[in-house]
Structure formats: structure tokens, C-alpha cells
T-cell receptor, first 114, second 114 residues
């Protein structure tokens, strides 16, 4: 099935550092989403991208939807301890049956050392 | 806004028991709800897509008789794991959306079958 290639798998950084992670796919997506998941909880939506080339910010987070609609990156500036968690990219696609569903990347586990 | 509540958060029960998990959209009417399963250190795997008043659409490899989904209203969907066995132990997460808006996730249910 379709897959999103998300990298890196894990990151260990110092508080205050900037972080960048990205996702690529061989397929085109209508919408690209970034979620964060804390242990034992469900994913929380961070940023939604709808247009090719779109650059969107949410506080210290910035994400861009690639012009080809096949990739996206997420940047976190000036990281803080509460940024710890697993970040997932997800592409929203329309199936052959006409329904929409998300395809998830495998996640980037972020550890921030105080 | 866009709050999704999932209940219970944790279930521990004996093998052979049927378990029901509820997913509610608290402040919006969800046209579509989704059920995911997540194994430790892995990404979310879509099990089924559910539209209010119609039969759920199951992903390939997901047993519809094992995982019964009922979507009786625009704010409630239930997943029943019938005759659960230890291999059904997992983290189950629901999500809900309005139209083509991003999916918002519940906090998940940790199911442990002894």
C-alpha cells in the first residue's frame, strides 16, 4: 500500500535547538497534516496544509507542503522540554471508492534534553 | 473546538470477553469517524471508516465480524471487539471529521486481554 517515508526516526537534541523533520511520498496528496502524539494519548493536530507550496506557522512550528504535493517538512524552533513526543506526518487522499483516508508516516520520536 | 472523547481509556479483561469502545465528538457533528489500531512504537493503522447510518468500510485484513462498528448518530461511533483474545491487545484510537476537514483524534483505549 501507499507509504509515507518519514525521517529521521528519532532525534536527540538540547533545549533551545531547532528541529527539522520531513516526509516524502511517491504519490500526490490533497492535504498534508502534521500530528504530535504523547505516550498513551491520541495524536493532536499541529498543522494542516492544503495548497502546494503552502508555508504555514503555528507558534514555534512551521510546515510547508511541497510544490509537487509529494513531500512536506516540519520545523520546530527553540525547542523546549514539552516538545518531547512522536511527530507523525499524514497525507489525506481520496480512495478509488471516493472516500478520504489518511496515510501516516512512521513517526519521528523527539527527545529534548534540558 | 473539535474535541473527540473516547471511553474507556483502559480495559483489562479475560479472553473470550467482548469489549465495547465509544467514540464521541463533543462539540461538532462528525460526518465520518475512523477507527485505528496502534502497536507499540508503530504508526497508526486504519481499521475502518464509518459514516453515520451506513455500514462501515473495513480495510483489507480487518475482520468485520471480529470488530463490529456501529455509527448510530453524528456524534457517536462504537467499536466492539468480539470474543477478544490476547492477540487483540493493542491501543485503539478513534478519530472524527466534518466533511473534508482534518481528522481529530480521541485519547485512545488501551485494551489488554489476559
Amino acid at each position: 500500500g501507499q507509504q509515507l517515508n518519514q525521517s529521521p526516526q528519532s532525534m536527540f537534541i538540547q533545549e533551545g535547538e531547532d528541529v527539522s523533520m520531513n516526509c516524502t511520498s511517491s504519490s500526490i496528496f490533497n492535504t498534508w497534516l502534521w500530528y504530535k502524539q504523547d505516550p498513551g494519548e491520541g495524536p493532536v493536530l499541529l498543522i494542516a496544509l492544503y495548497k502546494a507550496g503552502e508555508l504555514t506557522s503555528n507558534g514555534r512550528l512551521t510546515a510547508q507542503f511541497g510544490i509537487t504535493r509529494k513531500d512536506s517538512f516540519l520545523n520546530i524552533s527553540a525547542s523546549i522540554p514539552s516538545d518531547v513526543g512522536i511527530y507523525f506526518c499524514a497525507g489525506d487522499k481520496i480512495t478509488q471508492g471516493g472516500s478520504e483516508k489518511l496515510v501516516f508516516g512512521k513517526g519521528t520520536k523527539l527527545t529534548v534534553n534540558p | 473546538g473539535a474535541v473527540v472523547s473516547q471511553h474507556p481509556s483502559r480495559v483489562i479483561c479475560k479472553s473470550g470477553t467482548s469489549v465495547k469502545i465509544e467514540c464521541r465528538s463533543l462539540d461538532f457533528q462528525a460526518t465520518t469517524m475512523f477507527w485505528y489500531r496502534q502497536f507499540p512504537k508503530q504508526s497508526l493503522m486504519l481499521m475502518a471508516t464509518s459514516n453515520e447510518g451506513s455500514k462501515a468500510t473495513y480495510e483489507q485484513g480487518v475482520e468485520k465480524d471480529k470488530f463490529l462498528i456501529n455509527h448510530a448518530s453524528l456524534t457517536l461511533s462504537t467499536l466492539t471487539v468480539t470474543s477478544a483474545h490476547p492477540e487483540d491487545s493493542s491501543f485503539y484510537i478513534c478519530s472524527a471529521r466534518v466533511g473534508s476537514s482534518p481528522q481529530h483524534f480521541g485519547d485512545g483505549t488501551r485494551l489488554s486481554i489476559l
